[in-house]
């Protein structure tokens, strides 16, 4: 696709995203199949993709915010900081993340309450 003049190196990205998006599709599907029991789309596709949404946007925000304030380096140092944070807020928020998935990580204990 970079070969396309129209839209060149946004042609790499467009088919990176393209080829984890089919064979994280065939790896769920196999999974199912493996597991004999329905994977919940809702909480593995639907869910974190509203959440990356809504990170990207509060991100691109922040930066339009800190830039003007704090230099473009360091906006960007911030936006890329609360972006992290808001996601993993909003994925406790939308119950992506349970409290027995919070368990499993270091120091879960602590973090699930």
């Known amino acids: 696709m970079t070969s396309i003049v129209r839209i060149n190196i946004i042609g790499a990205a467009i088919s990176t995203v393209v080829a984890y998006g089919i064979t994280a599709s065939l790896n769920l599907k196999v999974l199912g199949r ?9 909480r593995i596709l639907y869910k974190p993709l509203i959440c990356s949404i809504i990170m990207g946007i509060l991100s691109g925000l922040s930066y339009g915010l ?38 499993l990580l270091p120091h879960g204990r602590k973090l699930s309450g």
């Open 34 to 42: 493996e597991i004999k029991r329905k994977i919940n789309d809702s």
């Open 66 to 103: 800190l830039g003007p304030i704090t230099g473009e380096r360091m906006a960007t140092v911030l936006s890329i900081g609360l972006g992290g944070l808001s996601y993993v807020i909003l994925l406790v928020i939308t119950g992506t993340i349970s409290s027995e998935d919070m368990v």
